[in-house]
């Protein structure tokens, strides 16, 4: 049994990279400009709904890679209107992600796996029992609200400790039809593209 378990996971972690391969070429295949235009529409959205209108500490990736949804503006308007702000920051040798709270998005360096990150700060794994909202990167994702990020299972593993809402951002094209999943992926409450927002069926 543990082999045939064992087994199946490995197809699936197969076919996930099938699909995210497919959809990081096409991400970096894309044409700049027209993806800051449509991350200016998907940020419109998002500033708009609700949750974020609600949220007075939200958890914000900073887009750091080829083709991601641009959060940079957000970050700084979210700071502007006074909210608090933390960003995810990847520690060497650490498993989990880590949170830096920030007050400015500036002297930004590249960390681990390319992903931009602030200079100084406390780097806390407090805070995420602190924040009212996540906001996150991602791959693909399907209409139930299933995630495929890069593989190493840094996102799962914060999201998975808070109770907070989470909210997806991307492009139309990163949208596919369904993916099998694993017991630890963590499933989006919402999903904001440049057309619509998603609201995953959880049943």
Known sequence: MEKNTAASEDSI????????????????????????????????RLE????W?????????ISSKPGEVD?????????????RVCVPVIEPGEKDLLLVE????????????????????????ELVSAFDLAVAPGVAFDRSGHRIGFGK??????????TAPKIALAFGFQ???????????????????EDEIIVPDKI
């Open 102 to 125: 920030i007050r400015e998005l500036e002297n930004l360096v590249q960390g681990p796996f390319g992903i931009l990150e602030p200079v100084g700060g406390k780097r806390s794994r």
């Open 53 to 61: 209108l609600g949220c007075r500490f939200p958890c914000i990736y």
């Open 48 to 51: 708009q709904h609700p949750l």
């Open 153 to 162: 299972g840094y996102y799962d593993r914060l999201l998975a400790l808070t």
């Open 175 to 193: 949208l596919v039809d369904t993916f099998p999943t694993l017991p630890h992926d963590v499933r989006m409450d919402y999903i904001i593209t």
């Open 71 to 83: 959060t940079h503006v957000l970050i700084r308007s979210a700071l502007a209107l006074g909210k």
């Open 13 to 44: 972690r197969e076919q996930k990279q099938r699909i995210r391969k497919n959809i990081l070429k096409i991400r970096g295949s894309g044409d700049k400009g027209t993806l800051q235009a449509l991350s200016e529409r998907i940020r419109f």
